[in-house]
């Protein structure tokens, strides 16, 4: 008798529905696998075997053909486990249910049939939904990742005895969504109230926030350059339900996810500068997502950014650029989203002290050149926005009154980010830092004052064409922050000051 069960698995973070076919006939007791499984779909033959006994069931001596469906996907990994002992156990008639196929099922199962978590759960139930199934039999131990998804109903169990009562008596209400649109005030556990003074490298950060620009902060050691970075993610925007799903599925797919249910906050990752390749960018044996989509819809802070090797450097690049992480394997490529904002944090120099106003830096012309020249061009081309943290003086930081909230910045950073929403409805695009040439020529008309001086600074410091659109797609970012439709003299100042790097050069 053959039996169908439906399953599904998943590929980035996108899920792939299966279909497991158990067919069992007379002959030689064999057990096989076939439909493009790999060695650790394989492996689940003795952990069935011995879950299906240990749970009082009886093992068919007979020939079991297992086909997963379709057969060009590759499939692994253990979470076929369960729809091939509920499968077996169908076919060789142990247990009734008339409406099996209304079920998805995932879960591993251990010896004693224990029903173990998986990796992927989230986009699996996402998947199973768009194909009408409603009913997902899922381990416990992914009930809250599951839950979280509108018009699903979720039965999560321990061990397969459980499971197979349930489907001959049905005696279970499902776990149904309880998301609420309802978001906490305070989305970080930093506030840059607590941030005294450096007003100009806390405004370059507003700016950074509200045009979705990628930002290095450089500074003397100890001048609070990570402080500012960790409460980025406390300014910008909330997550709408679509992003902190994403979020959510890329967690999901990492296995990485806490026991909070959907995303409640910006994600915010600080990779050390040990990390590699595959850490930042993703892959490895599990195809797993790396940092870089970890911080999808929120912020990659790079701390001490020179110190990381140039490799890991460099294949940031792509990535800033598409948004879109591209991890090639035997079979094909798999792709991720990787839309964060970058935000660096460097000192300027060896010893650190270079521009600062309390020591003397005491590297050489040469050492200081060697050490920048990682910042290869094109990766420094895709930073926006360069800010010096100073040191504080000491009756800075010893003032006893706190700066403005986050919130209060977030406001305002909401209300630029709305303007851009409404600005580029047709454009396909949500920031300002997104606009290509066509776009810029649209929305950064200058007036002639505006444009003379850009005139003179593109002379005089031989800018790149990408570098001038910077500074064109900088200057709209500050006007919207101000609520103007014109870009005015002042804002092409301010994001001149935005450019200059090291030895007040403008790159
Ligand atoms: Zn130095």
């Known amino acids: 008798?053959?039996?169908?069960?439906?399953?599904?698995?998943?590929?980035?973070?996108?899920g792939i529905s299966i279909t497991v076919e158990i067919d069992i006939s007379m002959g030689?007791?064999?057990?096989?696998?076939?439909?493009?499984?790999?060695?650790?779909?394989?492996?689940?033959?003795?952990?069935?075997?011995?879950?299906?006994?240990?749970s009082g069931f009886e093992f068919p001596i007979n020939r079991i053909t297992i086909n997963l469906a379709p057969a060009d996907i590759k499939k692994d990994g253990s979470l076929f486990d369960l729809p091939i002992a509920i499968g077996i156990l169908a076919a060789s008639k142990q247990i009734y249910s008339e409406d099996i196929d209304k079920y998805l099922f995932?879960?591993?199962?251990?010896l004693s049939g224990e029903i173990r978590k998986i990796r992927g759960a989230l986009p699996i139930i996402i998947e199973g939904l768009k194909n009408d199934i409603k009913n997902f039999i899922i381990p416990t131990n992914n009930r809250v990742e599951c839950s979280i998804v509108k018009n699903s109903c979720i039965y999560p169990f321990d061990n397969l005895k459980q499971v197979i009562s349930f489907l001959e008596n049905e005696d279970m209400l499902p776990i149904t969504i309880n998301y609420s649109n309802e978001q906490e005030n305070n989305n970080s556990k930093f506030d840059f109230e607590d941030v005294i003074g450096q007003e100009s490298?806390?405004?370059?950060?507003?700016?950074?926030?509200?045009?979705?620009?990628?930002?290095?902060l450089w500074?003397?050691?100890?001048?609070?350059?990570?402080?500012?970075?960790?409460?980025?993610?406390?300014?910008?925007?909330e997550l709408d339900y679509e992003e902190a799903l994403e979020v959510t599925k890329i967690y999901s797919v990492s296995g990485n996810l806490k026991e909070e249910g959907l995303a409640k906050y910006r994600p915010f990752r600080n990779p050390h500068h040990t990390s590699s390749n595959i850490s930042l960018i993703g892959g490895g044996r599990n195809l797993a997502p790396g940092e870089i989509s970890l911080s999808h819809n929120g912020v990659l802070?790079?701390?001490?950014?020179?110190?990381?090797?140039?490799?890991?450097?460099?294949?940031?690049?792509?990535?800033?650029?598409?948004?879109?992480?591209?991890?090639?394997r035997a079979n094909g490529n798999i792709s991720y989203p990787a839309n964060f904002m970058l935000v660096g944090a460097t000192n300027p120099c060896p010893c650190g002290f270079y521009a600062s106003n309390t020591k003397v830096c005491t590297c050489t012309d040469h050492e200081k050149k060697l050490y920048l020249s990682k910042l290869s061009g094109p990766l420094l081309d895709r930073i926006d926005i360069f800010s010096f943290v100073t040191s504080l003086k000491y009756e800075e930081f010893n003032k006893k009154t706190k700066s403005e909230p986050s919130v209060s910045i977030k406001e305002r950073i909401v209300?630029?980010?709305?303007?851009?929403?409404?600005?580029?409805?047709?454009?396909?695009?949500?920031c300002n830092s997104q606009m290509t040439g066509n776009q810029i020529d649209k929305y950064c008309k200058l007036d002639?004052?505006?444009?003379?001086?850009?005139?003179?600074?593109?002379?005089?410091?031989?800018?790149?064409?990408?570098?001038?659109?910077?500074l064109l797609k900088l200057s709209r970012t500050i006007a919207d922050l101000d609520g103007r439709e014109d870009i005015q003299y002042s804002d092409v100042i301010e994001a001149i000051q935005y450019r200059k790097f090291i030895n007040e050069n403008i790159v």
């Open 201 to 216: 490298s806390k405004r370059a950060i507003e700016v950074a926030a509200a045009g979705g620009h990628n930002i290095l």
């Open 415 to 430: 209300k630029a980010r709305e303007i851009q929403k409404s600005r580029y409805k047709n454009d396909k695009l949500c």
């Open 106 to 110: 995932i879960g591993e199962l251990s």
């Open 301 to 328: 802070f790079l701390d001490e950014m020179l110190e990381f090797k140039k490799s890991v450097l460099e294949v940031l690049r792509q990535p800033l650029e598409d948004k879109i992480v591209k991890i090639s």
């Open 219 to 237: 500074g003397p050691p100890g001048s609070g350059k990570s402080m500012l970075a960790s409460r980025i993610p406390s300014i910008l925007p």
């Open 1 to 14: 008798m053959s039996v169908k069960i439906n399953t599904a698995t998943f590929s980035g973070i996108e």
């Open 28 to 54: 030689l007791p064999t057990f096989n696998i076939v439909g493009l499984a790999d060695t650790s779909v394989k492996e689940s033959k003795e952990r069935v075997r011995a879950a299906i006994i240990n």
């Open 448 to 470: 002639s004052q505006s444009n003379k001086l850009l005139k003179v600074v593109y002379t005089k410091y031989n800018l790149s064409n990408r570098a001038y659109n910077r």
